[in-house]
T-cell receptor
């Protein structure tokens, strides 16, 4: 596609429910990142995928959070047993290369705004 | 751990004024630094990317500088316009990860 696509754009859920957030990166981009942006906070790194390598999960805040990337393209971030503190905007980004280089520009989706009641 | 700080947190200027946004980082071992713009309810849009070997990058009315040894970058916006109103974020790339500042919220008053 022309850009990074995220769905849904907004999600309201009840505490304790599971949610799935989807990211469709730019075609051909090998690297995919998930971030969380809480109100008044900077972007918090969650997880990173590069090609077929094992993902870097070092930013996931708890074992309730997981993500997968199927076929090296679409990614799904799953939050189990949601808590109110999970309320935030979840942003996905993709880039052409994994490490620093002339083309390592991150392209972001519009995000999913998650509200846990 | 890399820490990125942006000053000021908020800035309000009259239209036409030139302005400077600041970004500092604690670990100079970076590959590159990127400036983004974020509009309310939207994702991030990349403005400029500076490689660690570069001193500055220019795009239109925007000029970004990088002093890696001192851990600083500035974003200069010339002749500001109301359409420049947004939150500006800087991010440093250390390989696999990007570290973001909390942003500067800019308001340009017509």
């Amino acid at each position: 596609g022309a850009g990074v696509s995220q769905s849904p754009s907004n999600k309201v859920t009840e505490k304790g429910k599971d949610v799935e957030l989807r990211c469709d990166p730019i075609s051909g981009h090998t690297a995919l990142y998930w971030y969380r942006q809480s109100l008044g906070q900077g972007l918090e790194f969650l997880i990173y995928f590069q090609g077929n390598s094992a993902p870097d999960k070092s930013g996931l805040p708890s074992d309730r959070f997981s993500a997968e990337r199927t076929g090296g393209s679409v990614s799904t971030l799953t939050i189990q047993r949601t808590q109110q503190e999970d309320s935030a905007v979840y942003l996905c980004a993709s880039s052409l290369l994994t490490s620093g280089g002339p083309k390592n520009i991150q392209y972001f989706g519009a995000g999913t705004r998650l509200s846990v009641l | 751990k890399q820490e990125v700080t942006q000053i000021p947190a908020a800035l309000s200027v009259p239209e036409g004024e030139n302005l400077v946004l600041n970004c500092s980082f604690t670990d100079s071992a970076i590959y590159n630094l990127q400036w983004f713009r974020q509009d309310p309810g939207k994702g991030l849009t990349s403005l400029l990317l500076i490689q660690s070997s570069q001193r500055e990058q220019t795009s239109g009315r925007l000029n970004a500088s990088l002093d890696k040894s001192s851990g600083r970058s500035t974003l200069y916006i010339a002749a500001s316009q109301p359409g420049d109103s947004a939150t500006y974020l800087c991010a440093v790339n250390t390989g696999n990860q990007f570290y973001f500042g909390t942003g500067t919220s800019l308001t340009v008053i017509p």
